[in-house]
Nanobody, 129 residues
Framework: EDQLEESGGGSVQAGGSLKLSCTPS??????????VAWFRQTPEKQREGVAA???????AYADSVKGRFTISRNKADNTLYLQMNSLKPDDSAMYYC?????????????????????WGHGTQVTVSS
């Protein structure tokens, strides 16, 4: 997908940190205020939700990343972030940001994968042990 630009991935040793960024295209910049989320996927596993923010800035995390990852949104810069600390090899995956095109049905924090309309091309995160 080319609607969003993701960056910040790379290779890091276990215990290290990375910060991912996601910026919509200029034509979709306002959508950063909608319900948004980070997903990740490996060749062996289906795409899974990692962290999400509702339209009213409530957050939710997958159990596997609670206490280590922090999702945030800078509305001034129209950018979504995922701060990842204490990284583990199991965190290695392609990470995608996802944005819903409107605030409709954004009362809940985590929506289903099909409920997000704009996706980035992904940024690779590799954690070595």
């Amino acid at each position: 997908e080319d609607q969003l630009e993701e960056s910040g991935g790379g290779s890091v040793q276990a215990g290290g940190s990375l910060k991912l960024s996601c910026t919509p295209s200029i034509w979709l910049s306002a959508t950063i205020n909608n319900c948004v989320a980070w997903f990740r996927q490996t060749p062996e596993k289906q795409r899974e939700g990692v962290a999400a923010i509702s339209a009213d800035d409530r957050v939710a995390y997958a159990d596997s990343v609670k206490g280590r990852f922090t999702i945030s949104r800078n509305k001034a810069d129209n950018t979504l972030y995922l701060q990842m600390n204490s990284l583990k090899p199991d965190d290695s995956a392609m990470y995608y940001c996802a944005i819903r095109r409107s605030v409709t049905y954004c009362d809940e924090i985590f929506l289903g994968q099909d409920d997000y309309h704009y996706w980035g091309h992904g940024t690779q995160v590799t954690v070595s042990s």
